[in-house]
């Protein structure tokens, strides 16, 4: 079992700035591949960001590509998502969550992850 914790969401006006982290505990941290995905109301959950075991290898949804970036600490057991550029479409619960093994391939489904957070709300005002 792993727990999944987010913070560092939170209010900021367009074009701002702002750095998720997700801290997790249980299982072999490194372990796991990790990933970020956002659900606005009334829509899917959908990708943002993955990182493999090592943190060697990220792939980004398209609409974050450049602005985004996601990291981890394995030493901390925390994976990080720094938002940058922030958009109003950007607003979102974002969610942390944990896949057993060490690539990223396939990572971009709901249903390929194994563990999730609880989420934290970040809202980009225009």
């Known amino acids: 079992q792993v727990q999944l914790v987010e913070s560092g969401g939170g209010l900021v006006q367009a074009g701002g700035s702002l750095r998720l982290s997700c801290a997790a505990s249980g299982r072999t941290f490194s372990s796991y591949a990790m990933g970020w995905f956002r659900q606005v109301p009334g829509k899917e959950r959908e990708f943002v960001a993955a990182?493999?075991?090592?943190?060697?290898?990220?792939y980004y949804a398209d609409s974050v590509k450049g602005r985004f970036t996601i990291s981890r600490d394995n030493a901390k057991n925390t994976v990080y998502l720094q938002m940058n550029s922030l958009k109003p479409e950007d607003t979102a619960v974002y969610y942390c969550?944990?896949?057993?093994?060490?690539?990223?391939?396939?990572?971009?489904?709901?249903?390929?992850?194994?563990?999730w957070g609880k989420g934290t709300l970040v809202t980009v005002s225009s």
């Open positions: 969550a944990a896949r057993y093994g060490t690539h990223i391939f396939g990572m971009t489904t709901r249903d390929a992850m194994d563990y």
């Open positions: 990182v493999s075991w090592s943190g060697g290898s990220t």
